[in-house]
C-alpha cells in the first residue's frame, strides 16, 4: 500500500517538474526506507525564504548544470518557469549571457557555478552577501549544492542524461 501512494506522489511531481522519475520509482521498488531517507533531502533543498526567486532558480539551474544531468537541467527550467523566472532570465543563464542579467543574478550565476565546479569566488560571495545577507547566502548554498547532488544519484544509479544545451535551449521566449 505505502508504495502504491509513493507512486501516485511520484506520478504527481513528475506532472508538475515535466520529467520522469524513473530512478525514484527504482529506489522504492528496491526499499521504501530508503527512499524515505532519499525524500529528506527535499526538506533540506527546497524551503525559499531569504532569495528571490530569480536568485534562487538560477542558482539550481546552474548547480544542474554543472552536473550534466540533461532530465535534472529540465526539470529544473520547468521549476523555474512555473515559479515565474522569465523565460528571457533563463535562457541568459543556460547562455552564460551575464551581461543581460542583474548584478545580483550575476553574483549568484558566478557563485553558483564556481563552487559546484569545485572552485571559489569570493568577490560574487560578497555580492551576494550584500544583496541577501548571511542567510540568504546559505540558502543559496543549499539551492546550487541540491540541484547538482540530485543528478549524481541519478548518474550513480545509471539514469542520468547528458545535457544537450541547444534542445534544453527551446525554453520559449517570452513576449513582453
Excluded: W
Excluded at 532519499?38 to 532558480?57: M, N, T
Excluded at 572552485?119 to 547566502?137: N, V
Aim: aromatic content about 6%; proline content about 3%; glycine content about 6%.
Amino acid at each position: 500500500m505505502l508504495k502504491k501512494i509513493i507512486n501516485h506522489i511520484l506520478y504527481q511531481n513528475e506532472k508538475r517538474i515535466g520529467v520522469k522519475l524513473d530512478y525514484a520509482r527504482k529506489i522504492v521498488s528496491v526499499d521504501t526506507r530508503l527512499f524515505m531517507r532519499y525524500g529528506k533531502v527535499f526538506g533540506f533543498l527546497d524551503p525559499r525564504k531569504h532569495l528571490s526567486i530569480d536568485a534562487y532558480h538560477a542558482s539550481r539551474l546552474c548547480g544542474a548544470l554543472s552536473a550534466d544531468c540533461g532530465s535534472c537541467v529540465e526539470a529544473e527550467i520547468n521549476l523555474a518557469q512555473n515559479s515565474g523566472l522569465s523565460d528571457e532570465v533563463i535562457n541568459h543563464i543556460l547562455t552564460k549571457d551575464l551581461g543581460a542579467l542583474p548584478d545580483d543574478i550575476v553574483a549568484v550565476v558566478e557563485l553558483s557555478t564556481a563552487v559546484t565546479n569545485f572552485l571559489d569566488a569570493p568577490e560574487a560571495r560578497e555580492k551576494i552577501i550584500k544583496y541577501y545577507g548571511e542567510k540568504g547566502l546559505i540558502e543559496l548554498s543549499f539551492a546550487m549544492n541540491g540541484a547538482a547532488l540530485l543528478p549524481g544519484i541519478k548518474r550513480a544509479m545509471g539514469y542520468a542524461t547528458s545535457c544537450n544545451l541547444e534542445i534544453l535551449r527551446r525554453v520559449p521566449h517570452s513576449k513582453d
